[in-house]
């Protein structure tokens, strides 16, 4: 018969209730804080996408306003 003995089931028990340790909190915190800042990276890439795209929608108009102004 496997069992864990009384004295490993107790330390697993108080092992998952013990509070964390301040460099587990730090790990925590950093991890945190680059998936913020990951996010905003994320978010300022697609914002400059968006605007490259307009510019060159932009680009165009003015290329063709330019050749009809040069036709006439």
Known sequence: MATATP???SSRASAAQTPLSPARISRLQEKEE???LN???AVYIDR???L???NDRLLVKVSEKEEVTTRE
């Open 48 to 50: 400059v996408r968006s």
């Open 7 to 9: 004295s490993r089931e």
């Open 39 to 41: 996010d905003r990276l």
């Open 34 to 36: 680059l998936r913020s």
């Open 52 to 54: 490259e795209l307009e």
